[in-house]
């Protein structure tokens, strides 16, 4: 079956950096959109990025643009989510998302897209 496992979150000070990685298996990832989405509490979970399976598309939500990247390696099976100049308003708990594409090489922005997700790690903002 399909397994995500992130990894990398933890506790920043306001304009620090953190690297997400998400590790898949049991899927031909090439073959799979992935996306990273975040909870915060008492809130939905909302999209934050999502790549194309080639990696060649990415789209940010507007809250992170210029700050985070998403980008992927598809020989590794593995999505990162680079993310730089944080915010407290970035504190959630992150999840790594899988959309089978097939032949169809756009990123995915909506969770009803994405069919299998990880346990998600904990990022925490301090001001």
């Known amino acids: 079956q399909v397994q995500l496992v992130e990894s990398g979150g933890g506790l920043v000070q306001a304009g620090g950096s953190l690297r997400l990685s998400c590790a898949a298996s049991?899927?031909?990832?090439?073959?799979?959109?992935m996306g990273w989405f975040r909870q915060a509490p008492g809130k939905e979970r909302e999209f934050v990025a999502a790549?194309?399976?080639?990696?060649?598309?990415?789209y940010y939500a507007d809250s992170v643009k210029g700050r985070f990247t998403i980008s992927r390696d598809n020989a590794k099976n593995t999505v990162y989510l680079q993310m730089n100049s944080l915010k407290p308003e970035d504190t959630a708990v992150y999840y790594c998302?899988?959309?089978?594409?097939?032949?169809?090489?756009?990123?995915?922005?909506?969770?009803?897209?994405?069919?299998?997700w990880g346990q998600g790690t904990q990022v925490t903002v301090s001001s």
């Open positions: 998302a899988a959309s089978y594409s097939g032949s169809y090489d756009y990123p995915r922005t909506r969770r009803y897209e994405y069919d299998s």
């Open positions: 790549i194309s399976r080639s990696g060649g598309k990415t």
């Open positions: 049991g899927l031909s990832f090439s073959r799979y959109a």
